[in-house]
């Protein structure tokens, strides 16, 4: 009898124990769960229910406090918040998926084999287009001209975009349809010459000319490029990507493809400077929705150290008779950022070389005062002053940059800075001890939008082949957990989206992402190949290996 009542006891208890259980959408266990949170804890197991974690701990708890119809059980596998890119080109990365993929050509020969190849694979008799090469890459580091492109492609425009996305080569057809003359002048780009003619080569704002006469796609070939990149950036872990300077057109495809659950992935917008954008946005104001952030506008200060167009304090060491040159003059500078301040957007503009970094500095210092709130940012900030670090800490700036720039660039950085000077480039250390964060992205497509690589870039400071030795200036090398913070946690701060994801806590959107191997241990000669397992995004499963 009394064994009969304890049978009935016990069944008790646990029917009383699985009626108490919550429900959840879902529940993942069994894992080794980074949270990215502020104290940066582990955990085990965490419960989803309607897109959004609603606890983090351990197995244990979580499969006692929760039930679901779907238990994932990773066997130990490594758990990470969503990565996050806050400076990218997503629609950029759509569009050259269906370009010429110039990258990592070893000559220009080389290049115009890859056109031939292009060409037979996708006849037309419209316009060649490219991008991707670099000259510092080749043999010969001069800028190509454009004799060998008229060969190849004598009848059809030819338009190449230098990987860096600030110099183009064109070819004589592409130049007659562009109208180019020989004696304009371009305010802030450069027509390159070669004995008094046009060698092909327009740089920073001079790319303007034939770019406005290249066909452009309609809203279906943008809604098929964007979806592509969508598919690429999901299958390397990234839930939030970002846009670094769209018009209000393609804002609102987007807005409209995430509405109509076909664009899954988050993206965080920069507006284009310009004044129909200027004017629209600063009467409508900043907005966020699920899927969505536009509250920033992206101003350039300057061009690209590869093209010589990043504006220096002093000349460049291997081309003294340039410093470079500003895009934007400096009394246009501060009126666009007269108008942010009056705003509630944020200010994110391009800097790349020192005199670039030095004068937007002061000029957010004259209008910021001191430390704020309003988390406006540098990005890039590639080339910083000794005597201008300090700046970023009093006036709250935000350095975004890109560490595959630093393994990319490292090749030929000092030929263009000098020793000395090239010691404030690529400072990732020194500019996260100003604030102590610092944002992650990859720049995509002019570096590769795998995240990974900019964590291995950021913690190694070599190449993929493991180049140079004991790494590039290791003393601005950045440890694993900040590494990890800065494309999720601290990324999601700078693009004011903290309190909505970027950490695995309870509240927020359940992004997250699941690895073959963990960062956070293996050998660093590993870390970029790693391979991504699932990527979720509000938990739904957008990705499976």
Known sequence: MIQRYLIIGLAIVLVTACSTKKDANLIVHNAAVYTADSLFTHAQAFAVKDGKFVAVGTSERILNAYRSDSIVDLKGQPVYPGFYDPHAHFLGLGQVLNQADLVGTKSFDEVVQRLKTFSEKHPTNLWVIGRGWDQNDWPDKRFPTKEKLDAAFPTIPVCLTRVDGHAVLINSKAMRLAGLSKGAKIPGGEIVLANNEPTGVLVDNAMGLVRRVIPQPDAKDKERMLLAAQNVCLSLGLTTVSDAGLNRNDIELVDQLQKANKLKIRDYVMISLGEPNLDYYLKRGPFQTDRLTVRAFKLY???????????????????????????????????????????????????????????????????????????????????????????????????????????????????????????????????????????????????????????????????????????????????RVSALKAMTSWAAYANFEDHLRGSIEAGKQADFVVLQQDIMKIPAAQLRDVKVVQTWVGGEKLFQR
């Open 301 to 479: 200060a300057d061009g690209a150290l590869g093209s010589r167009g990043a504006c220096l304090r002093k000349p460049y060491t291997d081309r003294p008779e340039t410093a470079g040159f500003l895009l934007l003059n400096p009394t246009e500078l501060k009126r666009v950022l007269t108008l942010l301040e009056a705003s509630q957007f944020q200010a994110n503009t391009h800097c790349i070389g020192d005199s670039a970094n030095h004068l937007i500095l002061d000029l957010y210092g004259s209008l910021l005062k001191n430390r704020n709130a309003r988390r406006w940012r540098i990005e890039h900030a590639q080339v910083v002053s000794p005597d201008d670090f300090w700046k970023f800490n009093r006036y709250s700036v935000i350095p975004s940059v890109q560490p595959t720039h630093a393994t990319s660039d490292m090749y030929w950085a000092a030929d263009r800075l000098g020793t000395t000077r090239v010691k404030g480039a690529y400072a990732f250390r020194d500019l996260m001890k100003q604030n102590g964060l610092i944002a992650f992205g990859s720049d995509f497509p002019v570096e590769a939008p795998n995240p990974l690589y900019g964590f291995h870039a950021a913690v190694a400071r070599v190449d993929a082949q493991g180049y140079p030795a004991g790494g590039f200036q290791m003393e601005n090398a950045v440890d």
